[in-house]
């Protein structure tokens, strides 16, 4: 249980299984879901819901 508690949260492919490009922003997100330190974290899901909101493209347009 350490060794994965102490191993590094591996880095995301730069590209899609399709071969599209992962958008930084879109990165960055999933990367602080995946954050070990409880602090690096997003703070609740609407925060999660906000920073997705960009790639769903099924979602109604959101004005703010």
Do not use: Y
Request: one cysteine or more.
């Amino acid at each position: 249980l350490m060794l994965v508690l102490r191993a590094p949260v591996p880095m995301l492919p730069q590209t899609s299984a399709s071969g599209e490009p992962i958008p930084p922003q879109l990165a960055r997100t999933v990367m602080s879901c995946l954050a070990k330190n409880p602090a690096d974290r997003l703070s609740d899901m609407a925060e999660l819901d906000r920073r997705l909101s960009p790639f769903d493209s099924t979602a109604p347009s959101r004005v703010q």
